[in-house]
C-alpha cells in the first residue's frame, strides 16, 4: 500500500518503523548502526579513537583491494593460466574470469597468436655435398600449462629443434633430390619438381614429434623452405654443373622428340611394306593356282586335239607378240594401208590383220610331245 493514502494522514518510512502495517513505530537509527561497526572494527584493531580510524582504512584497502584483484580479463588471442601460491592451479578461459586475489592467486597470460622463426644452415648431404638451406616456422602456443612450466626458453628450443630436423632430412638426401631445378616424369611427361615441399612436410612431422616428446605445449602450423642453394664459395662450380645438366635434358628432350616423330613414321612405313608384301603375296599365289589351273586345261585339250591346240597356241603367241611389238607385218601383200604412230604421241590403236594361213610359217612338227 502507498505510504500517504486518502484519509490516514501523512506518514514518515524512517519514522514510522517502515510503514508496514498500521500504527507508528521507531525509526532505525543508522547512527547507532555506523557506531556499532566502527566499535567493532576498533576492538580489531587494538581500540583507540586514533587507531580505530587507521584500521578502518586498512580494512576498506583490502576490501577494495579483494573486489578489484578478483577478476582476470583474458583477451581472445591469449591463454591464461592460475597459479594458488606460485603452483598451477588451471587454465583460465578467455573473457572476465573470477579468482581469488593476490597473493593467493596469480594469473600468467601467453600470446596464442601465429609466432615465427627463420633461420639459415649450412650442412653436408648424403652424396658429401654441401648446401645452404633458409628456412621458416610458424607455430602457435596449444598448452599454455607446459609452455609456461615444462621447459626453459621454448621459442629457443623450437629454434634448436627445427633446425635438427631440418640437418637430419637433408642430410639424408641426395644433392640431386633438393634441389629445386629438378625435373621429373609425370605419365610419360616431364615437368619440374618441387622437392622443397616433400622436405618441408618431412622436417614439420620430425619437428613437430621433438615438440611433443619434450612436451613444450608448442604447435608446428607452418614449415617452408625459402632457398635451398650451394654456399657462395662455390656459386660458379655449381652454376656449371646446372648449365650441363640443362644442356643434357635439352639434348634428352629433343631425342625424345625426335624419337617420338620417327618412331610411329617407321611403324606406319613398315605396316605399309608388310601389306604390300602380303598383297603381293596373296596376288602371286592366285596367278600361280590360275596358270596351273590353265596349264592343266590345255594339257586335257592338247590330249583330246594336239594339232588344233598346237596350232591355237601359235596363233595366241603370234598375237601377243606381236601387238606388243612397234613393228607392223603385213601379210596382205601390200593392199592395207598401215598409218605408223610417230614415237611418243598419241594414236588410235592399229588393227591387226588377221593372220592367213597360207603364208604362215609351218610350225614344227612334234607329234605326240607335249
Known sequence: MAWNEPGSGKRDPWRDGGGSGGGGGTPPDLDAFFRRIRDFFSRLTGGGSGGGGFGIAIL?????WTLFDSWAL????QHGAVLRFGEYSRPMMPGLNLKWPRPIESVEK????????SDQVRMLTRDENIVQAEFNVQYEVADARRYLFNVDRPDETLKQAAESAVRE???SSNLNSIMPDQVVEVEGEPVPANPSAELASQVKRILQQTLDRYETGLEVTELNFQNVRPPQEVKDAFDDAISAREDRQR???LADADAKRLVPEA???AARILA?????????VAKAQGDADRFRLIADEYRAAPEVTRRRLYIETLQQVVGESNKVIDFSGGKNVFYLPA????????????????????????????
Request: cysteine-free; glycine content about 12%.
Open 74 to 77: 583474458i583477451d581472445a588471442r
Open 169 to 171: 632430412v637433408i642430410g
Open 343 to 370: 614415237p611418243g604421241a598419241a594414236s588410235s590403236p592399229q588393227p591387226v590383220p588377221d593372220p592367213v594361213p597360207s603364208v604362215m610359217a609351218p610350225t614344227p612338227s612334234n607329234k605326240g610331245g607335249r
Open 267 to 269: 611403324r606406319g612405313e
Open 60 to 64: 576498506g584497502v583490502l576490501i577494495a
Open 251 to 253: 639434348s634428352s628432350n
Open 276 to 284: 604390300e608384301a602380303a598383297g603381293y603375296k596373296a596376288e602371286r
Open 110 to 117: 601467453v600470446d596464442a597468436t601465429i609466432r615465427s622463426i
